[in-house]
């Protein structure tokens, strides 16, 4: 009989970084409050936490961002203002992200790589699992991997990262695992992990994108982490020791996305994430629909 694990409730979302792709518009504001539409990116992730279960949350954040805190805070003048107004429907949305979850905040101080972002968490999280999500990846709603890979986590134990095929020539931009298959078409064994390999040395097309499931032993190996790539405390190197000894924190698996996903660190794919979002929306699709028709045919 398959052993059940224990339940995930907290998620941790690294927000620390300077966004400096995105300069000057990060100059003074976090790149994680640029809109994707008419919500700040960073929404789009709090509310995927919270749609697979996860109401506590803990942002790791830096300095210049305390728009993140606030954003997910209560603005009594506006809501005030709005009520005056009889405004229900725009009420309604200032509101929603004050309700999401449970909010926590710590900062990250030194910026030394995601792995010590994550290892900032271990106060909070104690000793159990819990997922991380990158704020620069947003996972369409409809395609739910965070609540696949809790179910994996719950199944087999230890740890689950997400993976993606990609190109073989795109793959020195991601953190690269060695899979073995398993009974589950969409889940892999991990038996090794490298970041940003050379594609002549990258043991698969398999990328690893940015949502995990942790076992809290790993806060342990990121504490005799030594900085790797980049001068920085990598969380794929921690990830790999995991992979390599069971016996430390369960053994790593892998979800295998096909879904929708969108790199809002890109320039490129945020615009293209604008685009496609905008185009599903009810209130804003038809009429913005037929425009971009127009555009193309006339670009064209």
């Known amino acids: 009989m398959t052993q059940a694990h224990p339940r995930i409730s907290k998620a941790v979302i690294p927000a620390a970084g300077l966004g400096t792709r995105f300069l000057p518009a990060t100059k003074a504001t976090p790149k994680e409050m640029l809109p994707v539409v008419d919500k700040p990116a960073i929404q789009y992730v709090v509310e995927e936490a919270v749609g697979a279960g996860l109401d506590d949350v803990l942002m790791v954040t830096g300095r210049n961002k305390r728009p993140l805190e606030d954003h997910f805070d209560r603005n009594y003048e506006l809501e005030s203002a709005l009520q005056k107004k009889g405004d229900a429907g725009r009420l309604a949305k200032v509101q929603e992200s004050s309700d999401l979850a449970t909010m926590h905040y710590v900062r990250q101080g030194d910026p030394k790589g995601l792995g010590h972002a994550v290892l900032c968490a271990a106060p909070h999280v104690g000793e ?122 369960g053994p790593v698996h892998g979800v295998v996305f096909k879904g929708r996903r969108y790199d809002t660190g890109d320039r490129g794919d945020y615009l293209r994430a604008i685009v496609r979002l905008a185009c599903e929306r009810e209130d804003l699709g038809p009429d913005f629909r037929t425009w971009l028709r127009s555009y193309v045919a006339e670009e064209m």
């Not at 997400?162 to 953190?175: D, F, S, T, W």
């Not at 398993?182 to 490298?194: A, C, F, I, R, W």
């Not at 398999?206 to 969380?235: K, M, N, S, W």
């Open 128 to 249: 159990e699992p819990f997922a991380v999500l990158l704020g620069d990846d947003l996972i369409d709603p409809r395609d739910p991997l965070l609540q696949r890979m809790v179910e994996v986590q719950e199944q087999h134990g230890g740890s689950v990262i997400a993976l993606m095929e990609v190109a073989p020539e795109q793959i020195h931009l991601y953190g690269c695992a060695a899979v073995d298959t398993t009974e589950d078409s969409d889940v892999v064994k991990v038996s090794g992990l490298v970041e940003k390999p050379d594609p002549s040395d990258a043991p698969s097309n398999y990328a690893v994108i940015g949502r995990y499931v942790l076992d809290p032993h790993i806060f342990d190996i990121l504490r005799r982490t030594e900085p790797g790539r980049g001068g920085e405390i990598q969380l794929t190197d921690a990830l790999q020791q995991l992979a390599a000894d069971e016996k430390i924190g």
